[in-house]
């Protein structure tokens, strides 16, 4: 890490001449080029390196570590957040964060992911996938099937910033996401024509692209990138195309399962039909499956939901997707609380915001320094706040007004780096994390060593949450650590960790 440049600054101190400089530039951009090229923006910011008051925003590159096994979450995020939507690709073998910036076919949009982990694929619960319209407008005709809808994208299409993830898709859909603590929104663009590009190759027919009516059909899949579930329900509303709905699945590499539930909303456009999915067969007959609703036990494989809608009056529908641990209602209120207007650009200011707020602490003199060393410092920095996630309140476990943080993964590698790094960077989270450790070893009986989805890890040996608590006792954490508890913990835990 470069320490020379490295100091810390009051908080407060915000320089708002560049940052109003970049609003001019963008505001003064043709609408077709809202999301410049990152090449157009490095180019503005280059002359400007050198001067501190750069904002450091843009020197965030997400799509970093996003092939040859880095496996990093690229998708919007707050700092911790749960939130986490990204696109999903079928390149299971590198997915283990959803997206890999490859030829890999994109197969859904999904709401909770994990960055940077080693081994196997993690979350991506809840996703959703836009098909322009359906072949002879038949809702029978969608693909439904993670499998089947799996669609190309267009080259080079996908942007990610703090706070913001787009990407277009071969059958003209444009997706772009955003999020807030617990809630992504989606903003999905479709072609303006009264025909569009279905773009899967008709059966029997396979040189010629298929042009369908643009009626455009949301689907929601209650599955996750592992298929891990085991047993779920989902059902949408009719008048308002609400679908809400939950199961249980695997932990990346953890024992046991782990509930997680979801809320969508849609604004935009008149809904005009509604069902249900299981495998390849769509059905506007039924609005709920899982046992819960009397049907079929939903095991492995997709299964959920559908809207199909009229052709959208501003070609666009935004889809707001709560998430929790706890139950579809509170994914609801979740989303309610958190995203009330569906102001898309509003959400993404907020989380820029956030990001600046986060990153303010470390004043960096420019001076003579490359875009690309800035890229990798700033990208850097950015990747120590995306996990452990905040799950406060969202813990089903056990009940307690301490924090409560989960995917460390795993503290065997990052109580080296990243925690102490964080002691400097944001005392005040990782006073949390550490709080949310020491609760861990009450409620478990042991502190964890690596821990996802309210699961235990067990995969390596090693005691490594002793030395984050020291850490923290060194450096003078306190706010409302036990340090007694904290003793016992390290303490009892010599017999093992979780
Ligand atoms: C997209 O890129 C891949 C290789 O990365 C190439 O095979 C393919 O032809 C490209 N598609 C288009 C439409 O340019
Ligand atoms: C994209 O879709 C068009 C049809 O709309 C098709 O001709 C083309 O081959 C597709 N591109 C890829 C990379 O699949
Ligand atoms: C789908 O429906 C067809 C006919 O309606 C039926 O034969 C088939 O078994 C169904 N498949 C599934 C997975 O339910
Ligand atoms: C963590 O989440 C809780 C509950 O949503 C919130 O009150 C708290 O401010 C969050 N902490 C951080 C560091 O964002
Ligand atoms: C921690 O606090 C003690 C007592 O106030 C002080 O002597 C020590 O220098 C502090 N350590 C750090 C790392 O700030």
């Not at 693909?143 to 706070?163: E, F, K």
């Not at 009626?215 to 779920?232: Q, T």
């Not at 707001?320 to 609380?337: H, K, L, P, T």
């Not at 925690?419 to 042991?446: C, N, S, W």
Request: overall charge negative.
């Amino acid at each position: 890490m470069a320490v020379p440049f490295l100091k810390t600054f009051p908080r407060r101190r915000r320089v708002f001449g560049v940052v109003l400089l970049f609003s001019f530039i963008w505001a003064l951009l043709p609408v077709e080029n809202f999301n410049p090229p990152r090449t157009v923006l490095l180019g503005i910011t280059k002359t400007l390196a050198g001067k501190s008051s750069s904002d450091v925003l843009e020197f965030v590159d997400p799509l970093i570590g996003t092939v040859n096994g880095g496996h990093v979450f690229p998708g919007a995020t707050l700092p911790y957040g749960m939130a986490k939507p990204v696109a999903d690709t079928n390149n299971y073998g590198e997915a283990a964060a959803g997206f890999v910036s490859d030829d890999s076919l994109i197969v859904g949009f999904s709401q909770l992911h994990d960055s940077g982990t080693g081994g196997a694929l993690s979350m991506g619960n809840f996703p959703l996938f836009a098909h322009p319209g359906c072949p002879e407008d038949d809702f029978k005709q969608c693909r439904y099937v993670s499998s089947d809808r799996a669609i190309p994208r267009i080259n080079n299409s996908a942007t990610a910033r703090p706070g913001y993830f787009a990407i277009r898709l071969n059958n003209s859909v444009q997706a772009e996401m955003t999020a807030t603590a617990h809630t992504s929104l989606f903003r999905f663009t479709f072609p303006p024509e009264a025909e569009v590009p279905y773009a899967y190759p008709a059966s029997g027919n396979e040189d010629t692209p298929q042009m369908v009516p643009n009626s455009p059909l949301i689907l929601m899949d209650l599955i996750d990138l592992m298929s891990s579930r085991s047993g779920g329900d989902i059902k949408v509303n009719m008048a308002t195309g609400r679908m809400e709905g939950g199961g249980a699945f695997r932990p990346s590499f953890g024992h046991g399962s782990y509930q997680a539930y979801f809320c969508v909303d849609f604004q935009g456009a008149e809904i005009r039909r509604t069902g249900t999915f299981l495998r390849a067969n769509a059905t506007d007959g039924a609005q709920a499956l899982g046992s819960t609703y009397g049907t079929t036990r939903l095991s492995q494989g997709s299964a959920g939901t559908w809207v199909q809608f009229a052709q959208a009056p501003q070609n666009q529908i935004l889809a707001r997707v709560g998430v929790s641990f706890i139950s579809d209602s509170q994914a609801c209120r979740n989303a309610e609380q958190e995203i009330g207007g569906f102001d898309f650009e509003r959400v993404v200011a907020a989380a820029e915001t956030a990001w600046r707020d986060k990153l303010s602490v470390i004043k960096a003199d420019h001076t003579g320094l490359d875009v690309d060393l800035l890229k990798t410092f700033w990208s850097g920095v950015y990747r120590t706040m995306l996990s452990p996630q905040n799950y406060t309140g969202e813990n089903p476990l056990w009940t307690s007004d301490e924090p409560y943080y989960d995917s460390f993964y795993c503290i065997w590698d990052s109580f080296r780096a990243q925690h102490p790094l964080l002691t400097i960077l944001d005392p005040e989270t990782q006073t949390d994390m550490v709080r949310a450790l020491i609760d861990i070893y009450k409620f478990e009986g042991k502190l964890p060593d690596c821990r996802m989805s309210f699961s235990k890890g067990y995969t390596q040996g090693g005691s490594n949450a002793d030395v984050v608590l020291a850490d923290a006792l060194i450096k003078n954490l306190t706010r409302g650590i036990d340090w007694a508890l904290a003793y016992e913990a390290v303490a009892g835990s010599r017999a093992g960790t979780l």
